[in-house]
């Protein structure tokens, strides 16, 4: 996808999820989609993200807006830690790295002194008819979902 995310269509995809689900992009309620990439289930930062989130979500409900989170980790992963922390939404298993590529959030980091190649912690709003309207990319976790929401609210 290109870097500007003005009003670009997001192209479709599947991936499975949590709760035996598969997520497709297309065919999806007309609602408004926030899809947060984290690069590891039960790390410190990503834990964080996922309960900032989930403290918020009756509030992103309210706004017409559904969350999915989406790192590379498995299924039986996710499921642990949905349920270690309570969250309401589904999260996207990306194994094989395909949605982590579609949205470019593929990078090299520095780790420990070691060059790794993981995710850029990033997000992105697509609205009802699969465009892209906006995008966060190396997101720091604190007050980052305190503006997604006040960015979802005023799309009403």
Not at 56 to 72: M, N
Not at 85 to 96: A, M, N, Q, R, V
Not at 115 to 132: N, P, W, Y
């Amino acid at each position: 996808m290109p870097e500007s995310p003005s009003m670009t269509v997001v192209p479709d995809f599947s991936a499975p999820m949590t709760g035996g689900q598969n997520f497709q992009l297309s065919g999806r309620a007309a609602r408004h989609t926030v899809l947060f990439f984290y690069p590891k289930d039960n790390t410190p930062g990503c834990t964080t993200e996922n309960m900032a989130f989930r403290d918020l979500y009756p509030r992103f409900v309210e706004a017409g807006v559904d969350i999915f989170g989406v790192s590379r980790d498995t299924l039986r992963s996710h499921e642990g830690f949905k349920a270690k922390l309570g969250l309401p939404f589904e999260l996207i298993s990306d194994t094989d790295e395909a949605v982590c590529l579609l949205f470019g959030v593929m990078k090299l980091k520095q780790m420990y002194g070691k060059t790794v190649r993981g995710i850029e912690r990033s997000t992105f709003v697509i609205d009802a008819e699969g465009k892209l309207v906006k995008e966060w990319r190396g997101v720091k976790v604190a007050a980052h979902v305190d503006e997604v929401l006040e960015f979802v609210a005023r799309l009403k």
